[in-house]
């Protein structure tokens, strides 16, 4: 027996030895939905969640029941769309009408509630998606930080429009005002941050949610719906549980929905803005599909490549839409770059997601191992090699990273976005090739460039940034931080989302404007002076 099957063999533990600190002592049966303000009592159909873990049995591995949520149909998503529906009422709402300081105040208080809740979010977040502690520890302090950077961000904005502007004899003031029901559904990866990136400006803006979770990553969010209810008005948030292909289309098909945010594929963005019967009324803000390219130039800093690749590759088993999902490198270095790159590679840690320093975990979708596998095959039939020991070994829900060289544009993992540890390595020797390849792919998020030389670097950007949005130099490609852009060209984004874009993007720049007369600006003074308006003020937020 070799040493990594032997690992393998070892690695789902008994029940009874995961750490006490670690375990989740009761499976969560969710039974009630949030729906207008009330938890909802649930007594049909559930979909059992059973965790990425496993454990070992009398009767052999077995997956880890963590619990149960509703398996709601259309009559629960109706009811959810017209309760979102109503609490806008058309801009005339508690919500969308109030000040924007007291939407604040609803959302620190929320945001208090829901660090109360951080322990079993954490756990959740390992049980539910297999992602590590450390991981799911740093995804949960991301996000409430991303909650506060979002309102120090709005309360800059709103500090910016409270004044009037004087041009060409007319009065004005500009703000930003709601869109109204927005449709939110977060992807299974980040199920809590980049879930929360969407919905908390749509919130804070003043528009009304249908808050769909993700297949992966649903429990999570139950411990904070308690929080939803109890911070914000009635019907300002409703939550959506159910099969997407039941309950999503009469929602879209209904024209009730102003926004649809999404993180998934273009695939179901596409079928879902289709359905809507008014689609210029439709405003989409998308994260989708992404291949994002590393690049590594003839005379780049190796070790740093490799250091920085397998980081970009593999964080979080390469299931991430920013993940680097192809490396494509000088041929002349090439040998070089992946003995180091596959060895560094095997030095991962693997093993459950509490163990500390673990970097590759096992996978929660049932079907991903085979999926992986059959990439494999396809790239070895095609004349590939898997270059590091052990490359795509399965046991159970775990799959061992496979680094595959040379790839060419004959194999499926040339194009089609993997979502997991498989690294395919593409050979070029002119740098037209890894340049045509951005050209001809369908996506277009980011590229992350490796070299040294100043004039080829300036060359390579010149190009590239128009062909991506965000061209990361001697650096893996990420998200981070949260005050930058990010979108993506093609089929991989629509709309913007950063702290400020996002607050834009679920928003629209609204003017009040009047001729500058005297009895036009005794008006105003007197709306303003009065406080009679929450629309036109110069209220100042501190």
């Given at each position: 027996?070799?040493?990594?099957?032997?690992?393998?063999?070892?690695?789902?533990?008994?029940?009874?030895?995961?750490?006490?600190?670690?375990?989740?002592?009761?499976?969560?049966?969710?039974?009630?939905?949030?729906?207008?303000?009330?938890?909802?009592?649930?007594?049909?159909?559930?979909?059992?969640?059973?965790?990425?873990?496993?454990?070992?049995?009398?009767?052999?591995?077995?997956?880890?029941?963590?619990?149960?949520?509703?398996?709601?149909?259309?009559?629960?998503?109706?009811?959810a769309l017209?309760?979102?529906?109503?609490?806008?009422?058309?801009?005339?709402?508690?919500?969308?009408?109030?000040?924007?300081?007291?939407?604040?105040?609803?959302?620190?208080k929320?945001?208090?509630?829901?660090?109360?809740?951080?322990?079993?979010?954490?756990?959740?977040l390992?049980?539910?998606?297999?992602?590590?502690?450390?991981?799911?520890?740093?995804?949960?302090?991301?996000?409430?930080e991303?909650?506060?950077?979002?309102?120090?961000?709005?309360?800059?904005?709103?500090?910016?429009?409270?004044?009037?502007r004087?041009?060409?004899?007319?009065?004005?003031?500009?703000?930003?005002?709601?869109?109204?029901?927005?449709?939110?559904?977060?992807?299974?990866?980040?199920?809590?941050?980049?879930?929360?990136?969407?919905?908390?400006?749509?919130?804070?803006?003043?528009?009304?949610?249908?808050?769909?979770?993700?297949?992966?990553?649903?429990?999570?969010?139950?411990?904070?719906?308690?929080?939803?209810?109890?911070?914000?008005?009635?019907?300002?948030?409703?939550?959506?549980?159910?099969?997407?292909?039941?309950?999503?289309?009469?929602?879209?098909?209904?024209?009730?929905i102003?926004?649809?945010?999404?993180?998934?594929?273009?695939?179901?963005?596409?079928?879902?803005?289709?359905?809507?019967?008014?689609?210029n009324?439709?405003?989409?803000?998308?994260?989708l599909?992404?291949?994002?390219?590393?690049?590594?130039?003839?005379?780049?800093?190796?070790?740093?490549a490799?250091?920085?690749?397998?980081?970009?590759?593999?964080?979080?088993?390469?299931?991430?839409?920013?993940?680097i999902?192809?490396?494509l490198?000088?041929?002349?270095?090439?040998?070089?770059?992946?003995?180091?790159?596959?060895?560094?590679?095997?030095?991962?840690?693997?093993?459950?997601?509490?163990?500390?320093?673990?970097?590759?975990?096992?996978?929660?979708?049932?079907?991903?191992?085979?999926?992986?596998?059959?990439?494999?095959?396809?790239?070895?039939?095609?004349?590939?090699?898997?270059?590091n020991?052990?490359?795509?070994?399965?046991?159970?829900?775990?799959?061992?990273?496979?680094v595959?060289?040379?790839?060419?544009?004959?194999?499926?993992?040339?194009?089609?976005?993997?979502?997991?540890?498989?690294?395919?390595?593409?050979?070029?020797?002119?740098?037209?090739?890894?340049?045509?390849?951005?050209?001809?792919?369908?996506?277009?998020?980011?590229?992350?460039?490796?070299?040294?030389?100043?004039?080829?670097?300036?060359?390579?950007?010149?190009q590239?940034?128009?062909?991506?949005?965000?061209v990361?130099?001697?650096?893996?490609c990420?998200?981070g931080?949260?005050?930058?852009?990010?979108?993506?060209?093609?089929?991989?984004?629509?709309?913007?989302?950063?702290?400020?874009?996002?607050?834009?993007a679920?928003?629209?720049?609204?003017?009040?404007?009047?001729?500058?007369?005297?009895?036009?600006?005794?008006?105003?003074?007197?709306?303003?002076?009065?406080?009679?308006?929450?629309?036109?003020?110069?209220?100042?937020?501190?």
């Amino acid at each position: 027996m070799n040493t990594l099957t032997h690992l393998l063999d070892q690695l789902f533990p008994e029940e009874n030895a995961i750490p006490e600190e670690n375990r989740l002592t009761t499976p969560i049966h969710q039974r009630e939905m949030l729906i207008d303000g009330q938890m909802i009592p649930w007594t049909g159909t559930v979909q059992e969640v059973y965790s990425p873990v496993h454990v070992q049995t009398a009767d052999g591995l077995k997956r880890l029941l963590i619990g149960s949520y509703p398996l709601a149909g259309q009559a629960e998503a109706d009811a959810a769309l017209e309760a979102a529906v109503k609490a806008f009422d058309n801009g005339r709402g508690e919500w969308p009408t109030m000040p924007i300081a007291e939407r604040i105040e609803c959302m620190e208080k929320f945001t208090g509630r829901m660090i109360e809740q951080k322990d079993l979010i954490v756990n959740l977040l390992m049980y539910e998606i297999g992602k590590s502690l450390a991981d799911s520890t740093k995804e949960f302090d991301r996000t409430v930080e991303y909650i506060y950077d979002t309102i120090d961000m709005l309360k800059e904005l709103d500090r910016n429009s409270s004044r009037f502007r004087i041009e060409q004899g007319i009065i004005g003031q500009i703000r930003r005002s709601p869109l109204g029901v927005v449709l939110c559904m977060g992807p299974f990866n980040y199920p809590l941050n980049e879930t929360y990136t969407m919905l908390i400006p749509a919130l804070l803006m003043g528009n009304t949610m249908l808050f769909k979770p993700p297949k992966h990553g649903t429990l999570l969010h139950y411990p904070m719906l308690e929080a939803f209810r109890d911070c914000f008005p009635k019907g300002v948030m409703n939550t959506l549980y159910g099969r997407g292909g039941t309950v999503v289309p009469a929602l879209m098909q209904s024209g009730k929905i102003n926004v649809l945010t999404l993180i998934g594929s273009s695939r179901v963005a596409n079928d879902l803005k289709k359905m809507h019967p008014k689609v210029n009324r439709l405003r989409a803000v998308l994260g989708l599909d992404a291949k994002n390219a590393a690049i590594i130039l003839e005379d780049a800093d190796i070790d740093l490549a490799v250091k920085e690749c397998v980081l970009g590759s593999l964080s979080f088993n390469g299931q991430r839409c920013t993940a680097i999902k192809i490396i494509l490198v000088h041929r002349n270095i090439a040998d070089k770059f992946l003995e180091k790159f596959a060895e560094a590679v095997n030095k991962l840690p693997f093993g459950m997601p509490w163990q500390k320093g673990v970097a590759i975990t096992p996978l929660p979708e049932p079907n991903k191992p085979a999926y992986l596998k059959d990439l494999v095959e396809d790239a070895e039939a095609n004349g590939a090699t898997v270059i590091n020991t052990g490359g795509g070994t399965i046991h159970e829900s775990f799959f061992y990273p496979a680094v595959v060289y040379p790839v060419n544009e004959k194999m499926k993992i040339y194009r089609e976005e993997q979502f997991g540890p498989v690294v395919p390595v593409v050979p070029f020797s002119s740098m037209e090739e890894p340049i045509q390849y951005l050209i001809d792919s369908p996506h277009g998020q980011q590229v992350s460039i490796f070299g040294n030389d100043p004039d080829e670097i300036a060359h390579l950007v010149d190009q590239l940034v128009n062909l991506v949005s965000r061209v990361n130099i001697n650096a893996q490609c990420q998200r981070g931080p949260d005050t930058f852009p990010f979108t993506g060209r093609k089929d991989s984004a629509e709309g913007t989302l950063s702290v400020e874009d996002a607050i834009r993007a679920f928003s629209i720049r609204t003017v009040v404007a009047t001729k500058e007369t005297e009895k036009n600006k005794e008006i105003l003074n007197e709306i303003v002076e009065g406080h009679r308006s929450q629309f036109l003020s110069t209220k100042f937020i501190f």
